[in-house]
């Protein structure tokens, strides 16, 4: 699989990345860890979690899976924000980032983190103290690169100021959902990302499985998946959309492509996008994802793809 690099002085990553969000959730230690093997031999080498997924155990089965192949990828993962009803005091979120570190080590099985996310922006601490905390934790060895996700553009500028102002290592890349159905971060967060350098990585990049070709107008939603279980996504489903993803199907299916495959490869045509992140519950899901990322649309193409 291609491999680029995340920014112009991140790691080295998969055109496709592996979200580990449903580990512990929806798949057993067991499962997650075929997805993981399976992940590996699609060329697969960029895998993202976070603290917060499956209560840690996300962490935990992502560490065991990889064991033995920890030298040949990039774990990422992310540290939560501090409690809401917490109020900040100078050393707050410094406490929130190192204990959260040292736990997400802990649970990896594994003596440093290759990218270390921002979850969330915070609030009310200064980013000065994330990024000095940060800092901190890259001259000892434990996190090698730095990075922020969900922020908006001012949250972007702020902190590239900051860390050239205190003389840390600025973040190498910004986390965002983006795909074709939701496209509201092309007009201030990747402009700002392009600015700064940083390396763009979409997630949710399927739109919560809409753009995977299960869903139908008109249809029940299957069973277990996460616009039958989770009314928060199935907002999305909207005779608008359906109406544009059939347009979407068409273009692909012309082309000898599934919709699922166009999600992905107009993404990764995209400025600045390094790596796509892509969820999975199945060996047969990630062999999917994984494929996607071999379509390289030509500029014609690009131009050519439908607009909603």
């Known amino acids: 699989m291609e491999q680029r690099t995340l920014g112009d002085r991140g790691p080295r990553v998969s055109v496709v990345g592996l979200g580990c969000n449903n580990f512990g959730m929806k798949l057993t230690r067991d499962a997650s860890v075929d997805v993981v093997r ?3 031999d699609a060329g697969i080498t960029h895998f993202d979690t976070a603290e917060m997924y499956g209560g840690g155990q996300s962490e935990e089965f992502l560490g065991e899976a990889l064991e033995d192949h920890r030298e040949e990828v990039v774990i990422a993962t992310k540290f939560s924000p501090r409690p809401g009803d917490q109020a900040w005091e100078p050393g707050e979120l410094t406490r929130r980032i190192t204990d959260a570190c040292e736990a997400s080590l802990r649970r990896l099985g594994t003596d440093h983190i290759d990218l270390y996310y921002q979850h969330y922006p915070d609030p009310d601490a200064p980013v000065d103290e994330a990024l000095s905390t940060l800092s901190s ?21 702020e902190a590239a100021e900051a860390a050239a102002r205190l003389d840390t290592p ?3 890349a ?5 795909s074709l159905l939701v496209r509201k971060v092309e007009a201030s967060v990747l402009p700002a990302a392009r600015r700064h350098h940083l390396g763009v990585v979409p997630y949710f990049p399927l739109a919560s499985g809409l753009l995977t070709g299960k869903y139908r107008k008109g249809e029940d939603f299957p069973e277990g998946s996460r616009l039958a279980t989770m009314s928060f996504f199935a907002t ?8 544009y993803i059939e347009r979407l ?4 299916e012309e082309r000898g492509r599934t919709v699922l495959e166009l999600a992905i490869a107009w993404l990764l ?7 796509v992140i892509a969820g999975a519950t199945t060996p047969e899901q ?7 990322g071999a379509w390289a649309l030509s500029p014609e193409e690009l131009v050519a793809v439908p607009t909603l």
């Open 170 to 172: 600025a973040f190498v």
């Open 38 to 40: 399976a992940a590996l």
């Open 137 to 157: 934790l890259v001259d000892a060895g434990k996190v090698l690169f730095v990075a922020s996700s969900n922020v908006d553009n001012d949250r972007i500028d």
């Open 236 to 243: 999305m489903a909207t005779d608008e959309n359906f109406a």
């Open 174 to 178: 910004t986390q965002a959902q983006w």
């Open 286 to 292: 990630v062999k999917g994802n994984a494929a996607s």
């Open 249 to 252: 199907r068409s273009f692909a």
């Open 269 to 275: 045509a995209q400025e600045g996008v390094a790596s």
